[in-house]
Nanobody, 120 residues
Framework: VQLQASGGGLVQPGGSLGLSCAAS????????MSWYRQAPGKQRELVAS???????NYADSVKGRFTISRDNAKNTVYLQMNSLEPEDTAIYYC???????????????WGQGTQVTVSS
């Protein structure tokens, strides 16, 4: 199983950026999918998560600015980031709870991370 994240880059304050993360491999089902981020010198933190039914959860710092969504048919999760601030600069990681077979355990898989830099 692999999670491939893409879409990071450099953007000016107030700008927008979209991230995507596709899961591939011998996947039976995916439960929750999430985005985390880690800024230099800080701990990794949850940014947003979404259940298989579309229920979402956001960190207070991104509420109203970021939107998480998913396409279950494509095993892909997205993060649309608007009104970006310098404090959003971090490496963003996607993660997914994946079962490899019916009644199999759910394990967390992580993507490789993509850099988001907000700077003028």
């Amino acid at each position: 199983v692999q999670l491939q994240a893409s879409g990071g880059g450099l953007v000016q304050p107030g700008g927008s950026l979209g991230l995507s993360c596709a899961a591939s491999g011998s996947i039976f089902s995916i439960n929750a999918m999430s985005w985390y981020r880690q800024a230099p010198g800080k701990q990794r933190e949850l940014v947003a998560s979404i259940t298989i039914y579309g229920r979402t959860n956001y960190a207070d710092s991104v509420k109203g600015r970021f939107t998480i969504s998913r396409d279950n048919a494509k095993n892909t999760v997205y993060l649309q980031m608007n009104s970006l601030e310098p404090e959003d600069t971090a490496i963003y990681y996607c993660t997914a709870e994946i079962s490899l077979k019916l009644w199999g355990p759910r394990n967390d898989y992580w993507g490789q991370g993509t850099q988001v830099t907000v700077s003028s």
